[in-house]
C-alpha cells in the first residue's frame, strides 16, 4: 500500500467532510492547455522527478494524490505531495527547472469524494457542488476549488477515486 497524504476528518456533513491536513512539501510544475491534457502533461515531469531525476539522483515513493489547481484561464499546477515528515531544505532539488519544491501550509478543506473519470466536466460540475455546499454548512470559500487525482490513468473510470476540494473558514 502506499503511503497517501496525511489529514483528520474535522466535520462530517451530508455529501462532504472537513478536513485538517498538516503541513507538507510538494514539489510542483505549471503547465498550460486544456485541464485533461495539463494534468497528463504535468504528470511526467513530476513522475521522472520521484525516479530519480533530481541533484542527488534519490527515488522517491510517490504520495497519493496528484493535486490539480487552474492557476489562470489556460495555465494549471500540477502536484505532487512529497512523502513523510518531508522538510523542504532536504527535498532533492530538481534538475527540471519547470518545477519547484514548495510548502504547503496547515489549512482546512472541504471535500467531496466521487468516483469515475478525469473529464472537465466531472471535475467542475462536483466542484461547483462542493461549492454549493458550504453555505448550508456556515464555511466560506479561502481560495479556489482543486482536485486530487487517487489513480493512475490506466485504471478503469468508473473505480477511480477522485475528489474536490477548497480550503474554507468559518462564516
Known amino acids: 500500500m ?3 497524504q496525511q489529514y483528520t476528518v474535522v466535520r462530517a456533513f451530508p455529501g462532504f ?12 510544475v505549471q503547465v498550460d492547455g486544456d485541464f485533461t491534457r495539463a494534468a497528463s502533461r504535468g504528470f511526467r ?5 520521484l525516479d ?17 489547481e487552474r492557476a489562470g484561464e489556460s495555465a494549471h499546477l500540477i502536484s505532487f505531495v512529497l512523502p513523510g515528515e518531508s522538510d523542504p ?5 530538481p534538475l527540471d527547472e519547470r518545477l519547484r519544491i514548495i510548502v504547503l501550509p496547515a489549512h482546512e478543506a472541504a ?6 473519470g478525469w473529464s472537465t466536466k466531472r471535475f467542475t460540475d462536483h466542484g461547483r457542488s ?10 466560506l470559500p479561502d481560495g479556489p476549488v482543486y482536485y486530487a487525482r487517487f489513480d493512475p490513468p490506466f485504471r478503469p473510470g468508473l ?11 468559518s462564516a
Not at 467532510?17 to 510542483?28: K, S
Open 2 to 4: 502506499t503511503e497517501q
Open 17 to 28: 467532510d472537513v478536513r485538517r491536513y498538516p503541513d507538507c512539501v510538494l514539489v510542483q
Open 45 to 49: 515531469p513530476l513522475q521522472d522527478y
Open 52 to 68: 530519480g531525476n533530481n541533484q542527488s539522483a534519490t527515488t522517491i515513493p510517490m504520495t497519493p494524490p496528484v493535486l490539480h
Open 89 to 93: 531544505d532536504r527535498a532533492p532539488l
Open 111 to 116: 471535500v467531496l469524494r466521487f468516483g469515475g
Open 130 to 139: 462542493l461549492l454549493g455546499s458550504l453555505e448550508s454548512a456556515d464555511l
Open 159 to 169: 473505480r477511480g477515486r477522485n475528489e474536490a476540494l477548497v480550503r474554507v473558514t
